[in-house]
């Protein structure tokens, strides 16, 4: 049986999003061996009803719970943003979202801060609230961007509909003289190089991906659960394409995953609304 420490960190999104804080578990927690989660059959999330993503959330839960994980990561905004409260409390495993600690970075060096996100992110005001908790004299505003998702899962990271697209949903934000920008989904650092052309320079750009794992590092030292053995190789599942999903992360990973298929409870209706 493998020493309680040096489990596997579970860590899902609906899709390549998640590989960004992926390289952030690489870069600041090598030891740590991952198992990672894509549920591509059933992207983007953030287009769907409060009940459908906590649904889905569950479902990925229970099933790393049976891959044996010492720790789940929710690499995904919508998710921590709508399930992240309900399912700490239901589950005795740690559990981490990105809204906390990507707004407290933020509230540390802004006072008028853009948050760009799912229309779900949006619409829930997760990163207002957290925001306004810590400095209620903060401004934010929070752009839904619901076609940012689909160009980044399809690949369409350099097209002139892309730049145009980026271009129309930060206009809001800079019109109201935001000092930093917070990326409020996990898929938006892909995007990177385009919201750089557009954002003026003095604007900070905050990745929860970042603070997330850092926030994943204490909590692993105060539980004394940090690994203390060399990470295995990360293991890849998505419950769509794996060959698709392998094709995809390849420019981010700089290596082809080795990804295989795990179907949830697929397909799903509900036809509760937001
Ligand atoms: N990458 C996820 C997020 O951070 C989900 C995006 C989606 O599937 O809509 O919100």
New binding site residues.
């Given amino acids: 049986m493998v020493e309680s420490r040096n489990r596997r960190i579970g860590l899902f999104?609906?899709?390549v999003?998640?590989l960004t804080v992926l390289k952030q578990m690489y870069h600041r927690l090598p030891q740590e061996s991952i198992l990672y989660f894509g549920d591509t059959a059933r992207?983007?999330?953030?287009?769907r009803s409060q009940a459908e993503i906590l649904q889905f959330v569950r479902e990925i839960i229970d099933w790393m719970l049976t891959q044996d994980v010492k720790m789940i990561i929710m690499?995904?905004?919508?998710?921590?943003a709508i399930a992240l409260e309900s399912l700490q409390k239901e589950y005795d495993i740690p559990i981490l979202g990105?809204i906390l600690p990507g707004a407290r970075a933020a509230v540390r060096v802004g006072q008028r801060i853009g948050v760009i996100?799912?229309p779900?992110?949006a619409a829930s005001n997760a990163y207002r609230q957290a925001v306004q908790e810590v400095d209620p004299a903060t401004r934010v505003w929070q752009i839904g961007c619901p076609e940012f998702?689909m160009l980044i899962e399809q690949n369409q990271l350099h097209s002139a509909y892309t730049k145009q697209i980026a271009q129309e949903y930060l206009q809001p934000l800079l019109e109201q003289k935001i000092d930093t920008l917070i990326y409020?989904?996990?898929?938006y650092r892909h995007l990177e190089h385009i919201f750089r052309l557009i954002v003026p320079s003095y604007v900070k750009i905050i990745d929860p991906a970042e603070h997330i794992v850092i926030a994943a590092k204490k909590e692993l030292e105060l539980m004394g659960i940090k690994s203390n053995r060399p990470a295995l190789a990360t293991r890849f599942y998505v419950s769509g394409s794996p060959k698709d999903f392998a094709q995809l992360s390849r420019q981010w990973l700089g290596y082809v995953p080795l990804v295989h298929s795990q179907q949830l409870n697929i397909p799903v209706e509900i036809s509760d609304q937001i």
């Fill in positions: 999104d609906s899709g999003g998640g992207l983007p999330y953030g287009t690499a995904c905004n919508t998710s921590s990105l996100a799912t779900a992110t998702v409020g989904c996990t898929h």
